[in-house]
């Protein structure tokens, strides 16, 4: 069984720094079926980036993905006050779809 | 642009079924071809996959909600449908619909429901 950790669990950042959020699969996984969403808070995720490295329309080019095999990583460049959410990563195992326990951005 | 809409009860009884629709709007749920989705959220935890139907009809269903779930389509209504049975309070969550765009042989989520709160209490 095939577990997505993402680390760290919560970031605290102040507005204009970098933030970079990891996603670890277990074991090997196809890049082209890594996917990014943010989720504030009360509202439904939104699609950030598809196939580990696309970002999804709309999506500004601040947020960009990149990683394979094992390791993923969401970079979150310059951040704004409205980047304040949960991230989460889904992966396709073939026998349903997974999601990671989502990383906190917090802005101070 | 497309638009999806959860309906049904927001408390389900122990051992009952829960039964959900969700409406497509904006675009025909019959145009292209796409993975209808439910996915749920309990209070303040991750999100769960719970099964989609591909608009040719097949079906899939997460293997950990072993044989709970049915899941439907309905184009005359522009409408899929979620029933889950045999709830206990585990399965108190957010339920969303979502719309699957096919990407290189898996899917990703581009239109999302509000979610609906189903609370599983007697």
């Known amino acids: 069984e095939i577990v997505l950790t993402q680390s760290p669990g919560t970031l605290s950042l102040s507005p204009g720094e970098g933030a970079t959020l990891s996603c670890r699969a277990s074991?090997?996984?196809?890049?082209?079926?890594l996917m990014w969403y943010q989720q504030k808070p009360g509202q439904a995720p939104r699609l950030l980036i598809y196939?580990?490295?696309n970002r999804a329309a709309g999506v500004p080019d601040r947020f960009s993905g990149s990683g394979s095999g094992t390791d993923f990583t969401l970079t979150i460049s310059r951040l704004e006050s409205g980047d304040c959410a949960v991230y989460y990563c889904?992966?396709?195992?073939?026998?349903?779809?997974?999601f990671g326990g989502g990383t906190k951005v917090e802005i101070k | 642009q497309v638009q999806l809409q959860e309906s049904g009860p927001g408390l389900v009884k122990p051992s009952q079924t829960l039964s959900l629709t969700c409406t497509v709007s904006?675009?025909?749920?019959?145009?292209?071809?796409?993975?209808w989705t439910w996915l749920r959220q309990p209070a303040g935890k991750g999100l769960e996959w719970i099964g989609r139907?591909?608009?040719?009809?097949?079906?899939k269903s997460n293997p950990s909600l072993r044989g709970r779930v049915t899941i439907s389509l309905d184009t005359s209504k522009s409408q899929f449908s979620l029933k889950l049975t045999s709830m206990t309070a585990a399965d108190t969550a957010v339920y969303f619909c979502?719309?699957?765009?096919?990407?290189?042989?898996?899917?990703?989520?581009?239109?999302w429901g509000q979610g609906a709160l189903v609370t599983v209490s007697s």
């Open positions: 979502a719309r699957g765009r096919p990407y290189t042989g898996s899917y990703y989520f581009d239109s």
């Open positions: 196939g580990a490295s």
């Open positions: 904006g675009d025909s749920i019959s145009s292209g071809s796409f993975y």
């Open positions: 889904q992966q396709d195992v073939g026998s349903s779809l997974i």
């Open positions: 139907i591909y608009s040719s009809g097949s079906i």
């Open positions: 074991q090997s996984v196809d890049t082209s079926f």
